[in-house]
């Protein structure tokens, strides 16, 4: 196959040829409900889960996507399967994305249009987070805050993602490779612009409530993992405070599962390193892929880099 394929409202188009309108909804107004599945031995990793909760974002912004979830799903893996040629052994996201459709710049809003569905797959590339795997990367804390959850409840998976790329830039200010924790209004943690954050205190595993970040997959796997393993696990609202004084802490998202954060704001987390806990999650993640998640993003990399992190680990 010389190029992979795009599902967009029921055809297939090779990458180069799949176009949607300008005036759709998702151009217009990033007007789109989205998630990102990704695979372990190019076997889909919870994707009824994350199907699941498209449609619960469809649902609340009154979005049908004339199709059901056990068609959406199907469709999903005919995408993946077709497409699979394409990535030898590696592993690949699958990526929805629906839209309102297409409607006149100046037209009502409230019109029947048909819904714009894109399903397609992109390369599981580890490669920017494989050294936060081994090292730890450093958390900051932007100037920009959380949207408030009473103007656009962070629940509903979007593309309306402004807010999110503004609070990165500022966080790429301090430091060119941090990883931002977004404060809500009243200077709670909130979450990561794509994934959740959790931290260690004296052997309790503790994370936001998702009234104010994202219901995310990973998220709920990685406490499902710490219970089965008996770690404790507190859904707490948390402050900077409590990332400065733990013991560790990691984000969680769907590409890298787990990373850690060895700094935040400058300061070390814990003793710099990563940690004990961490590990043991790191580890229960590994298990559920099939393979050691850390040692495959690693091996990945070109030395003297590679060797460095095997040597280190």
């Known amino acids: 196959m010389s190029e992979r394929l795009v599902y967009i409202s029921g055809e297939f188009y090779p990458e180069s040829e799949a176009k949607i309108s300008v005036f759709d909804s998702a151009v217009m107004l990033g007007d789109t409900a989205t998630e990102s599945t990704r695979t372990f031995l190019q076997r889909p990793f919870k994707l009824r889960e994350h199907v699941r909760r498209l449609f619960l974002s469809l649902k609340i912004m009154r979005l049908d996507p004339e199709v059901s979830p056990d068609e959406m799903e199907r469709v999903s893996l005919e995408v993946m399967e077709r497409n699979l040629p394409a990535y030898g052994d590696e ?12 409607y006149p710049p100046s037209g009502d809003q409230s019109t029947k249009r048909l819904p714009t569905v894109i399903i397609h797959t992109a390369p599981m590339n580890l490669d920017y987070w494989a050294e936060f795997y081994v090292r730890g990367c450093h958390a900051v ?23 999110y790329t503004l609070a990165e ?33 004296d052997g309790v595993l503790k994370t936001p409530p998702t009234w104010q970040a994202l219901a995310g997959v990973t998220r709920q796997t990685t406490i499902d993992i710490a219970r089965d393993k008996g770690i404790a696990v507190e859904i707490t609202p948390l402050q900077p405070y409590d990332v400065y004084t733990a013991d560790e802490a990691f984000f969680t998202s769907t590409p890298y599962c787990i990373m850690p954060a060895t700094q935040f704001n400058g300061l070390p987390v814990g003793d710099g ?11 229960g993640w590994s298990e559920l892929a099939g393979f050691d998640i850390v040692d495959k993003a690693v091996r990945n990399l070109q030395p003297p880099l590679r060797d460095e992190l095997l040597a280190a680990r």
């Not at 592993?91 to 459709?101: A, K």
Request: glycine content about 8%; hydrophobic content about 40%.
């Open 91 to 102: 592993d690949l996201w699958i990526v929805h994305n629906i839209s309102r459709g297409a």
């Open 141 to 163: 804390t932007p100037m920009s805050r959380m949207m408030p959850a009473q103007s656009l409840d962070p629940k509903i998976k979007n593309r309306s993602r402004m807010a």
């Open 169 to 201: 830039l500022e966080t790429k200010l301090v430091d060119p490779r941090a990883q931002g924790i977004i404060l809500d209004t009243d200077g709670f943690l909130a979450e990561n612009k794509g994934g959740n954050f959790f931290l260690v205190q």
């Open 273 to 283: 390193k990563v940690g004990p806990l961490t590990r043991r999650l790191l580890e």
